[in-house]
């Protein structure tokens, strides 16, 4: 596939290798600028909006999701959902088999290392580890997962169980990502249907992140401020299970 083997094993060090050697120091190389640091000593300025999609079926309610969705997206634009109907037996599958594909050998996740930003699936460090000046803390695997029957193939196969129980994840968050969408298009005024085609006959990401405990946090980020090119970016994050856990179906049309 084009783009891999951009960096060979021997000089490629990722953000979970780096803590499992038991450095006591953060590589230059993943330094940030002091100006680009966390700072622990800063306060949320805003609260965080929480909306109940278990009222969505409720006529005379329903408005009132409706109108939580518009106030956040035209305010701070994202928000937390809850009870939003994925089981969580799925969602804890899911992420038991990214950890299990984290926990691999270096060597056997080096065969889907890419240094195309573009490959259906990619594993990696940082943002793009043979470009970034300065690297961020982070290991991902990331592939595209609509329609699932395109791409599960191209997955990975180890752990055994990762195809079936990351297939029943994107499928639960697909349809939720359509349930969300209809609320933010009914939000803007406009038909409930009005991009069906579109999101239907769209892609979904899926991006699965490990931030490993580093020995120096403060000198280093697991991601930077960025914005993501979909219509809709959901995130599970889960410290369960020791690293913290991100799993984040980016979906676009």
């Given amino acids: 596939m084009e783009g891999k083997g951009v960096c060979s094993q021997t000089s490629f060090t990722s953000a979970m290798s780096l803590t499992n050697s038991g450095a006591s120091n953060v590589p230059d190389s993943y330094i940030l600028p002091s100006s680009a640091r966390p700072n ?46 994925i089981p969580l037996h799925v969602m804890k599958d899911a992420l038991d088999a990214v950890m299990g594909f984290f926990d691999l050998p270096l060597e056997e996740k080096m065969l889907l290392m890419s240094g195309n930003v573009h490959a259906p699936v990619r594993y990696g460090t940082s943002l793009n580890h043979s470009r970034d000046k300065v690297h961020f803390w982070r290991d991902f695997i990331k592939h595209y997962s609509h329609p699932i029957s395109e791409w599960i193939h191209l997955w990975p196969a180890n752990p055994p169980s990762y195809r079936e129980k990351m297939a029943k994840y994107a499928t639960a968050v697909q349809n939720l ?54 219509s809709l970016t959901m995130l599970h994050w889960s410290s369960d299970h020791g690293p913290e856990q991100e799993l984040d179906p980016s979906s676009s049309d």
């Fill in 40 to 85: 622990a000593t800063l306060t949320p300025s805003t609260t965080l909006p929480i909306v109940d999609l278990s009222i969505l079926h409720h006529p005379s309610l329903r408005s009132r999701v409706v109108n939580e969705i518009r106030s956040a997206c035209n305010e701070i634009g994202f928000f937390q959902v809850i009870n939003h109907g």
């Fill in 177 to 230: 990502q359509k349930q969300l969408m209809r609320v933010v298009l009914e939000s803007l005024g406009l038909n409930p249907n009005y991009l069906r085609n579109e999101i239907e006959e769209g892609s979904q990401v899926m991006t699965m992140n490990c931030y490993p405990a580093g020995p120096e946090p403060q000198l280093t980020l697991g991601m930077p401020p960025h914005s993501d090119y979909g």
